[in-house]
């Protein structure tokens, strides 16, 4: 089945994936429904050495592409540090890498922090199949560049790898005269992570280290007056 794609221009502009039905209670039985579902793909990433433009020599990013039943997004960070020789960073993934590399065993940090780039979608396509095979991502990126903007180009390509993983969550019960339901449901895998953001290559040195996933989720809310 050919991959689904979505074209936006400044901010992205989607198709609704789901319907989205709300009805506000007034009397006892009334009730109110919300459905909504997204399909998004992310990845991680650190770079090692200096890049054109940029301070540092260490670059630890992250970006999200996602689109939903309400709109869609691409957005993300990467933190420019600038390390001694064989020294990298603390810090975790998905937007909570430490800003201030913290010592250890009473040491002084071997890492500068020197700032964080936001970067948001400029004008891109995003593409996904159903079966959560591959994702690509190609156009404009903007980013903020410590005072200025940029316009890197991008062309991200994810590939699945092993299973998928499965997880639901159901939880019902009432609460201040309602009766409410909710459910959720996620269906993801991870994958690998090629192409490059501007002149940064996610597989073009061999110290390039990246991950990356692919996932679908469905939310469904129901509250029923008493």
Not at 25 to 34: F, L, S, V
Not at 54 to 82: C, I, M, P, W
Not at 194 to 209: K, Y
Request: hydrophobic content about 30%.
């Amino acid at each position: 089945m050919a991959p689904r794609r979505i074209i936006t221009a400044a901010v992205l502009s989607l198709v609704p994936l789901a319907s989205l039905a709300v009805t506000v209670p007034a009397e006892a039985g009334d009730r109110w429904t919300y459905r909504s579902s997204s399909e998004g793909a992310s990845a991680e990433w650190v770079e090692y050495g200096e890049l054109p433009g940029v301070g540092g020599n260490v670059h630890v990013g992250f970006l999200q592409a996602e689109t939903s039943s309400s709109g869609g997004r691409v957005f993300g960070k990467v933190f420019d540090y600038a390390c001694d020789p064989g020294e990298v960073p603390g810090g975790g993934g998905h937007g909570g890498h430490l800003e201030e590399p913290v010592p250890t065993h009473g040491e002084e940090p071997t890492c500068d922090f020197l700032g964080k780039r936001p970067l948001t979608e400029g004008v891109v396509t995003f593409t996904i199949d159903r079966k959560l095979n591959t994702a690509r991502l190609t156009g404009t990126l903007v980013v903020d560049n410590h005072g200025s903007t940029a316009t890197p180009p991008v062309d991200m390509t994810w590939t699945g790898v092993g299973e998928l993983a499965q997880f639901t969550s159901y939880e019902r019960g009432s609460e201040g005269g309602y009766e409410f339901v909710y459910k959720y449901d996620s269906t993801s895998r991870e994958a690998t992570v090629t192409g490059r953001i501007g002149v940064m290559g996610f597989t073009d040195d061999a110290d390039d280290v990246s991950s990356g996933s692919i996932a679908r989720t469905k939310t469904y809310k129901r509250s029923t007056s008493r």
